[in-house]
């Protein structure tokens, strides 16, 4: 007769078997067990997690400047009812989380603000915020090229012109120091301030958290994972 809140994970290849992880090293989240973990010492409730596996459309359709919109009504439209309908979910937005890395971490952050009826909360691991439209020229398909494209990332762009973060929702933000996360402060500094300025509750409300020497690889983020899933249900350490 139990129901359970559901979080959403992109990226799902990554997240379980590591037969199919890391991009075919064997790296994986490992988020079963450490749920499992945190559910046995008392620390969250138990949690369904519904992992959607990416396509090789991947960077486009995470990113919130292009893909991503469409991206949202694929899974509300298409991925939520069936899970409602299969299994014991409880529903509405305050039990209805998302969370990924990279360009994972923004769509998370996407899906929250810009759809917080549906989804009440996220956890952003090392999100790709220096994405830019020079970035984007390189990574997306069909996006304009040039050498005059703006290397502002867009996340600053958009706060700049008045980007609001919806009432009632929860966000998680982190990022490593290293590798692939260097650089990653400046514009995760612009959130934090962003979200501040907005009365938003640091700690309760939203955390900015790096982690000194993680890189963006699966391995650091399964080593963090216990922090976003207590922040998301639990008493945050």
Not at 16 to 35: K, N
Not at 82 to 103: H, K, Y
Not at 110 to 130: E, I, K, R, W
Not at 180 to 191: L, T
Request: some cysteine.
């Amino acid at each position: 007769d139990l129901r359970y809140p559901v979080l959403y994970m992109h990226d799902g290849h990554t997240l379980f078997d590591p037969r199919f992880g890391g991009g075919g090293q064997g790296d994986i989240w490992d988020v079963d067990d450490t749920i499992v973990n945190l559910v046995d010492e008392g620390v969250i409730p138990p949690v369904i997690v519904v992992g959607a596996w990416n396509s090789s459309e991947r960077i486009a359709e995470y990113s919130p400047w292009h893909g991503a919109p469409d991206y949202a009504r694929f899974l509300i439209e298409e991925i939520m009812p069936r899970v409602n309908a299969e299994f014991r979910t409880l529903t509405g937005p305050e039990n209805t989380a998302v969370m990924g890395s990279s360009m994972g971490g923004l769509l998370s952050y996407y899906l929250v603000t810009y759809h917080p009826d549906v989804f009440g909360a996220c956890g952003c691991t090392s999100s790709a915020f220096p994405i830019s439209e020079a970035m984007a020229a390189r990574w997306v398909p069909g996006t304009e090229t040039g050498d005059s494209l703006d290397v502002t990332p867009y996340i600053i762009r958009d706060i700049e012109n008045g980007l609001i973060a919806p009432e009632g929702v929860r966000y998680w933000f982190d990022y490593g120091t290293v590798g692939g996360d260097e650089g990653y402060d400046v514009p995760h500094k612009a959130v934090r301030d962003w979200l501040l300025a907005q009365a938003l509750v640091e700690g309760e409300d939203f955390v900015v958290r790096a982690y000194e020497g993680a890189d963006h690889e699966e391995a650091a983020w399964r080593d963090r994972l216990e922090d976003p899933l207590r922040f998301l249900y639990g008493t945050p350490l």
